[in-house]
Structure formats: structure tokens, C-alpha cells
């Protein structure tokens, strides 16, 4: 399970969506993630679902890793879909005491999960073709105007870029000292949850201690190297909007409109 968790890597390639600005794919990102909950009926939530997997073909990176992503989540998927399964009105299709089966409910399950799913995808999109500093040069950007009210936003950027970079470095290390764990004969894999947790408390202490060695290491480079935040800082990379985002500007202010104009012309599935 820990080897297929993906967030937080970065898959080099020259794709349309690799070349892209940081700062675009952010705002795109955030606005599908609003477009996809806008979604109220059947033909607007499939348009945007479309667009979000094309954007997926188009990163060509191996939809396997994507898959990945989601299975970590797959559990949290069915047990929110099953459970909105039971809150809805309509039709109703099965009934016992105050528990009931709707055609809303069901709706109401269908759509949840396929929003779960797309917005799981569409976020390991830009993480998979974004690289740390990028990221973190595009978030700095974004926030710039928070300077005003004196929000350190150099560092507020750096602070979450090295988070999300630290994630897979982290997993990474679970994964050894599991294994070193087994190798030694813990059993981490039989019994129910309760014991599998309690299993995990030997991996926690030694990943604790790594994580602030690590942490620890990491401060040291940055002070050897006289790092001193974004006053002053310049930057190999400069940002740019290029062709690129144009395209994908394009591209998704028509999907927007589509969005709107199916919301607007079909009936609401779901309120």
C-alpha cells in the first residue's frame, strides 16, 4: 500500500501539460475542482470529467501511476459513495425500517464518487508534470499580493512545496523500515485493524526520528548555502505564460461554458 502512494511526484516529460506555466495549471486546477462541484445534472459533470481525462492522455505519462493514486483512496470512495446512497428523495426503490434506497440517493452516490475520482486525477496531474521548484515559484507568484498585508509568502510557498516534496521521500523510508520490521519477524499483515495498528507502532518511532533528521539535514544546506528567503533571491527559471497555456485557456473556457450551458438547459440531477 505505501509503494502506490503517488502525490508528491514528479514525472519529467515534454508534454503540452509539462511545458505549461506552474501559475496557469493552478488556476486551471482550481477552477475545475469549483466547475466540477458547479456540475448539477448528468451532461455537465460527464463534459467536465472528459476534459479532465483528456488532460490525463495528453501528460502521457502511464495511466498506471494514476491508478495508483487512486487506489490509495479507493475505500474512501465507495464507503462516501454507499453512504450517500441513503440520502436523497424520489423513487423510492427499497425500504426497510428508516433506511431507504432512492433515486436521489442514488444520484446523489454516483455523482459523489465520480467528483472524488476526477478531482483525485486531475490534482496528480499537476503534481506529476510540476516540478518542486516550479511549484513553488508559481505559488509565490499567486500569493505576491499577500505582501501587502507583510504574509511571507516566499517562505509560506517554500514551507508547503517541501512538504508536498517530502511526501514520497517519507513513504519511501515507511517502506524500509517495514520491510526491516518483517525481516525481524513482525507480522504487520494478519489479524483485523486492531492489531495491524498496534503493528505499526515500531515503524512510527523510527520514521518520527528519520523525519527530523531529515528536517534537521535540510536546514543545515540551506543555511551552508546562506539561504535567506525570497528578499534579494533571484531565479534560474523565470516563469512565462507561453503557447501552451493559451491553448489550455482556450480549451477549458469553452469546456467552462459548456458546463454552464448544460446546467442551464438540462434538469438538476442532484441540489
Known amino acids: 500500500m505505501v509503494r502506490d502512494i503517488t502525490l508528491g511526484q514528479y514525472m519529467p516529460g ?3 501539460v509539462h511545458r505549461m506555466d506552474a501559475r496557469a495549471k ?3 486546477l482550481l477552477a475545475i475542482i469549483v466547475f466540477i462541484f458547479v456540475a448539477v445534472n448528468y451532461m455537465s459533470l460527464m463534459l467536465i470529467t472528459l476534459a479532465s481525462m483528456l488532460v490525463v492522455l495528453i501528460t502521457r505519462i502511464s ?3 494514476y491508478l495508483k493514486s487512486m487506489k490509495v483512496i479507493l475505500l474512501v470512495i465507495v464507503f462516501t459513495g454507499i453512504l450517500n446512497i441513503f440520502y436523497g428523495s424520489g423513487q423510492v426503490y427499497w425500504e426497510w425500517g428508516v433506511i431507504r434506497i432512492t433515486e436521489g440517493g442514488i444520484n446523489n452516490a454516483i455523482f459523489v464518487t465520480i467528483r472524488i475520482a476526477t478531482l483525485v486525477l486531475i490534482s496528480s496531474v499537476l503534481t506529476f508534470t510540476t516540478s518542486p521548484t516550479d511549484l513553488t515559484d508559481g505559488i509565490e507568484r499567486l500569493l505576491s499580493p499577500l505582501k501587502i498585508f507583510h504574509v511571507k509568502v516566499h517562505e509560506l510557498a517554500m514551507m508547503m512545496t517541501i512538504a508536498l516534496r517530502f511526501i514520497p521521500v517519507l513513504l ?5 523500515i517495514m520491510n526491516a520490521q518483517k525481516a525481524r519477524g513482525a507480522d504487520m499483515e494478519s489479524g483485523g485493524i486492531i492489531k495491524r495498528v498496534k503493528a505499526l507502532v515500531p515503524v512510527l518511532i523510527p520514521l518520527f526520528v528519520s523525519s ?3 528536517a534537521n539535514d535540510l536546514a543545515m544546506a540551506m543555511e551552508c548555502r546562506c539561504y535567506n528567503g525570497g528578499k ?3 531565479r534560474m527559471k523565470v516563469l512565462h505564460f507561453s503557447k501552451a497555456d493559451v491553448i489550455a ?3 477549458f473556457l469553452v469546456v467552462f461554458a459548456g458546463v454552464i450551458l448544460c446546467n442551464i438547459y438540462f434538469p438538476a440531477t442532484v441540489r
Open 172 to 176: 519511501e523510508e515507511t517502506d524500509k
Open 63 to 65: 495511466f498506471r501511476l
Open 14 to 16: 515534454r508534454s503540452l
Open 249 to 251: 485557456l482556450v480549451f
Open 26 to 28: 493552478i488556476l486551471l
Open 212 to 214: 527530523f533528521r531529515r
Open 232 to 234: 534579494g533571491r533571484t
